[in-house]
């Protein structure tokens, strides 16, 4: 077992370091821009300012700042938040959650909000290295019990992060009493297919000591599904799958990437849902592992991730409309009302107002992240009803 001091680089910040942390955002010039962008109110901006100073351990940064600034932001641009699967949760236990990735922000921060009322511990969440993009987001998502996993690094550099990062989850949610959200591949889904990458299973499996059923089955698996009535960051998500095929090579910017976590916080979301799936035990690990090589192993398991979470994908009129529409059939029109029809056929022709691209493609594009979670739900779930 790795000493804690080995994860200093990547692991959230602790109570004792909270003040230091503080202090050094406070004398930022980059972080006193974005708290006059927020705010635009001097006196405001005072009130945080002495609230920082006074800020001594994680749970009370996140109890002063981050509820209150999640609470205005599901109060301003969610109709409906709600989360389901408790049950299936022991208030005592930590799990590591394995979720599909919509929104770079909100997906894991949703998660907390909501589970905190309920009395479930905090989660640490996954934050890739490219978000980081300057140092007082870094210390604002390590105070906020956020981890590394370190991106766009040399192959040699990222075997060894990765096993590092493996240890760290391992020992997070086996010692030290903590769950971790992470999600099921590397970057959103731009075109609504939720699919669990097998190399994120490969990389867990790198700190495993035992043999494969009791090597996953102590990290206590749980599969989350997140769906939002309204793509949160939609039209942008879009214009990227456009150019990505204009362009095989195109790259993000890093200015991308945080106009996209500004757009996903800002933009209306409708309908918000959060549900778990049930812990994947030690008899559906066995029935997993019975053949093959461990990367068979490793697909099967990713595979019963997906199961999960396209089962408990909630489907919203949107859906439905978007993959009538998408493969211009009445399928599902049971499933919708000619009133959410032209909602949902006005709020496309708004939002691709603001992609600068062929209308045609970006229509298609559009209709098509909607109607995939229906279409998943069509050739997965039915055809393994277990």
């Avoid at 301003?76 to 299936?88: A, F, H, P, Q, V």
């Avoid at 090589?293 to 909630?314: E, F, G, P, S, T």
């Amino acid at each position: 077992m790795l000493a804690l001091s080995d994860f200093d680089e990547i692991r959230p910040y602790r109570d004792e370091e909270v003040p230091e942390i503080m202090n050094r955002l406070l004398v930022d010039p980059v972080f006193a821009r974005v708290l006059q962008n927020l705010y635009n109110d001097e006196s405001k901006i005072q009130e945080i300012r002495k609230a920082m100073v006074q800020t001594t351990n994680v749970e009370s940064f996140q109890r002063t700042f981050m509820v209150p600034f999640l609470e205005r932001i599901i109060l301003s641009s969610i109709r409906e938040l709600t989360i389901g699967g408790l049950e299936n949760l022991e208030k005592d236990k930590s799990y590591l959650y394995i979720s599909n990735h919509r929104d770079i922000v909100l997906d894991s921060a949703l998660l907390n909000v909501e589970v905190y009322k309920y009395g479930f511990k905090p989660t640490e969440i996954a934050i890739g290295s490219n978000l980081l993009v300057y140092p007082w987001i870094e210390d604002v998502s390590r105070v906020n019990r956020s981890f590394i996993v370190k991106r766009n690094i040399p192959v040699r550099q990222m075997l060894e992060s990765s096993h590092l990062l493996s240890e760290y989850i391992r020992q997070t949610v086996t010692t030290n009493g903590n769950s971790i959200w992470i999600a099921q591949r590397e970057g959103r889904s731009k075109d609504g297919l939720d699919q669990t990458s097998p190399a994120l299973l490969k990389m867990l499996n790198m700190s495993n000591k035992r043999k494969f059923v009791r090597g996953f089955q102590e990290l206590s698996i749980v599969p989350m599904a997140i769906s939002y009535e309204i793509e949160p960051c939609g039209n942008e998500k879009v214009a990227e799958l456009l150019k990505r095929q204009a362009d095989p090579d195109f790259q993000k910017s890093e200015k991308d990437d945080l106009l996209s976590m500004v757009s996903g916080l800002k933009n209306q979301k409708g309908r918000v849902h959060i549900q778990f799936g049930t812990p994947i035990d030690r008899s559906k690990l066995k029935a997993l592992s019975k053949e093959g090589n461990v990367n068979d192993r490793l697909k099967r398991l990713a595979d019963y991730v997906d199961i999960q979470i396209y089962k408990n994908y909630r489907l919203n009129p949107n859906n439905y409309i978007a993959y009538d529409l998408y493969f211009n059939c009445n399928t599902y029109i049971d499933f919708y009302t000619v009133e959410e029809q032209k909602a949902f056929i006005e709020l496309t022709h708004q939002r691709l107002k603001l992609v600068d691209e062929d209308r045609e493609e970006a229509m298609e594009l559009w209709l098509k992240m909607y109607a995939t979670p229906v279409l998943s739900y069509e050739n997965c779930c039915k055809q393994n009803p277990e």
